[in-house]
C-alpha cells in the first residue's frame, strides 16, 4: 500500500497542476472553504480543492478516524450495490482507483474474482484513499451551528465547532455539506410508527441498532427497499425468531428506474434541464422505492422464518404491553420490536447547523408548481439548488450568503439527478462543484486579481542572453552606411 500511495504521489508530481494556492487571504478568515462531512464525498472534494489550487480549506467529521461514513455503522449490505467497475473518488488518476488498490493488497486474480465490492472492504479503500491523498481531517468535530457573517451580502461564516466537550469558532468563505443521506433532512418514520409507539419499540434502518438484544424475538419490518432487506436479513443473522417484512405494494419493484440516469450525459447535465422536466423525471423515479437487489432479497428469504407481505401497508400501531400490535392490510400482526426502513425525508430546519436560516432556504415548493396531479411533498421539500450545488433564497435577491454553501448531500437528487454523494456521482458532480467554488472566489476576489495580474513584472530575460550580440558602429564609421548587396 505505501508504494501505491507513493506510486500516487509520483503522477501528481508528473501531471505538474499543482500550482499551490492562488486564493488571496481574507482578513479575519481562517479558511476559505469548510468541507462537513470526511467520507468518501468530503474527501473527493478536498483532493479536488486542492489540485483546483484551493489549499486554504479544512475538512471536519463527527466520528473517530476511520469510522466516517456509513460503512461500518448503519450501512449492513454484504456488497455495494454499484458494480465494481463503476468510477468513484479518484478523480481520473489511475492508481487511486479501487481496482488499483485491491489488485496492490490481494493481486490482479483475486480482483478478477471479486462480483460486487464487500461493504467492509470499500471502508478500508476508503480509509486507504485519505491517507494516499494527503487530506488532513479533523475528526470527533460536530458543526452545530452556521451564522453569516453578514446577513445583506456574501461575506463568509462563522462556524460553531465542538470537539471533546469543548466550543470554538472559526470562519470560512464557503461551506460544503458533505453530510450524506440525511444531509437535508433525517430519517423519515411514518407517523403509524412514530406518534402511536414509544421510542423503546422501534428503530429505523438508519439507527445504530443492537441486534444482539433482537435475538430470540419476533420483528416487523415496514419498507421494500434494500436497506429494509439488508437490516432483516442481518436481525435473522444474529438471531430473530422471526422478521416479517411489509410491502405496501402488491409486488416488489423490480425495476429501479432511476438506475436510467448512470450515463455520463446524465450526469453531467441533468441540473440544466428544465424544471419541468426535472420534476416529471424525479416523480416517475421515485413513484416507488427503488426496488432491492437480488442477492439482498435472497439474502433475507434463504431464512425459513423471513416472511414477506406484500399489499400490505400498515394502518395503525399500538403498544401492547411492551409490544406491539400492528393492523395491517392483510390482517393483524403482534411483534416484539419493529423497524422502519422507509427511507429519508427533506427537512432543512431539522439539521441544527442550519435551523437559523432555513426558512431562507428556496425549496422545490418555492420555485416550481407542478401540474395538477404531479404533486408530490417530499420532493418538494427537497432544496432547490443552482448549477454548483448551492443554496439559493427562497425569494430572488434575498439571502445571498447562501450561495456560499454548497450542499453536497442527498437533498440534491431533484435538482441534480442521482443521489448527490452516492458513488456514481463523484465523478461527475465533484468537478462541478469545485468549479463553482473557484469561480466564485476568483470573482469575490476581481480587484485583487486584477492588481496581481496587471502589475506582473516578473522578467523572463536578464539581459546576459543577448548583450553580447548586440549590434554596434564602428566608432570611425559615416553616420549611414548601406549594408545592403548591389544587384
Not at 460503512?71 to 492508481?95: F, H, I, N, Y
Not at 453531467?268 to 422505492?289: C, G, I, K, T, V
Not at 426558512?359 to 415548493?365: K, N, V
Request: aromatic content about 10%; overall charge negative.
Amino acid at each position: 500500500m505505501d508504494a501505491l500511495a507513493a506510486d500516487v504521489a509520483r503522477a501528481l508530481d508528473r501531471l505538474g497542476d499543482d500550482g499551490g494556492n492562488w486564493v488571496p487571504p481574507s482578513p479575519g478568515i481562517d479558511h476559505d472553504v469548510a468541507v462537513v462531512g470526511a467520507g468518501q464525498s468530503g474527501l473527493a472534494v478536498a483532493f479536488a480543492l486542492r489540485r483546483a489550487g484551493i489549499a486554504n480549506f479544512t475538512v471536519i467529521d463527527t466520528a473517530e478516524e476511520g469510522r466516517e461514513g456509513v460503512w461500518e455503522t448503519t450501512a449492513r449490505m454484504q456488497t455495494l450495490r454499484s458494480v465494481k467497475t463503476l468510477p468513484g473518488p479518484e478523480l481520473g488518476l489511475p492508481g487511486l482507483t479501487f481496482r488499483s488498490w485491491y489488485e496492490a493488497a490481494f493481486g490482479a486474480d483475486a480482483y478478477a474474482a471479486v462480483g460486487r465490492i464487500p461493504r467492509t472492504v470499500w471502508a478500508d479503500y476508503v480509509r486507504w484513499y485519505r491517507r494516499a491523498t494527503g487530506v488532513a481531517v479533523r475528526n470527533r468535530t460536530r458543526l452545530t451551528r452556521i451564522e453569516p457573517l453578514d446577513a445583506t451580502a456574501s461575506r463568509g461564516f462563522r462556524l460553531y465547532l465542538e470537539r471533546d466537550d469543548e466550543s470554538r469558532t472559526e470562519t470560512a468563505r464557503k461551506l460544503v455539506l458533505a453530510t450524506g443521506m440525511d444531509g437535508s433532512g433525517g430519517p423519515f418514520v411514518p407517523p403509524v410508527i412514530a406518534d402511536s409507539l414509544p421510542r423503546s419499540l422501534y428503530a429505523h434502518t438508519d439507527d445504530p441498532i443492537d441486534f444482539a438484544a433482537l435475538g430470540g424475538k419476533v420483528i416487523g419490518v415496514l419498507g421494500a427497499a434494500s436497506s429494509a432487506f439488508d437490516t432483516a436479513a442481518t436481525a435473522l443473522e444474529q438471531g430473530a425468531a422471526a422478521v416479517h417484512l411489509f410491502c405496501r405494494n402488491a409486488d416488489l419493484t423490480r425495476v429501479t428506474t432511476v438506475k436510467g440516469l448512470s450515463y455520463a450525459g446524465a450526469l453531467d447535465h441533468f441540473h440544466e434541464l428544465p424544471d419541468a422536466d426535472r420534476w416529471s423525471l424525479m416523480r416517475r423515479f421515485f413513484a416507488n422505492a427503488p426496488g432491492p437487489m437480488p442477492d439482498t432479497v435472497r439474502r433475507a428469504t434463504r431464512f425459513p422464518n423471513f416472511h414477506l407481505h406484500l399489499a400490505a401497508g400498515w394502518t395503525a400501531a399500538r403498544d401492547a404491553g411492551g409490544t406491539v400490535e400492528v393492523e395491517a392490510a392483510d390482517e393483524r400482526h403482534r411483534f416484539d420490536f419493529v423497524i422502519a426502513g422507509t427511507g429519508y425525508r427533506a427537512d432543512l430546519a431539522r439539521r441544527p447547523e442550519l435551523a437559523g436560516f432555513a426558512d431562507a432556504i428556496a425549496l422545490w415548493r418555492d420555485r416550481y408548481a407542478p401540474p395538477p396531479g404531479e404533486e408530490d411533498a417530499g420532493l418538494a421539500a427537497n432544496p432547490y439548488l443552482g448549477p454548483g450545488f448551492e443554496f439559493v433564497g427562497k425569494l430572488p435577491g434575498t439571502a445571498p450568503f447562501l450561495k456560499d454553501i454548497h450542499n453536497f448531500t442527498y437533498g440534491g437528487v431533484v435538482s441534480h439527478g442521482r443521489a448527490v454523494g452516492e458513488i456514481a456521482s463523484l465523478k461527475h458532480g465533484v468537478p462541478r462543484l469545485v468549479s463553482a467554488i473557484g469561480r466564485d472566489l476568483w470573482l469575490a476576489d476581481r480587484a485583487a486579481h486584477l492588481e496581481r495580474l496587471s502589475s506582473f513584472d516578473t522578467p523572463d530575460l536578464t539581459g546576459e542572453e543577448y548583450v553580447h550580440a548586440l549590434w554596434r558602429p564602428p566608432v570611425d564609421s559615416p553616420p549611414f552606411r548601406n549594408t545592403e548587396t548591389p544587384t
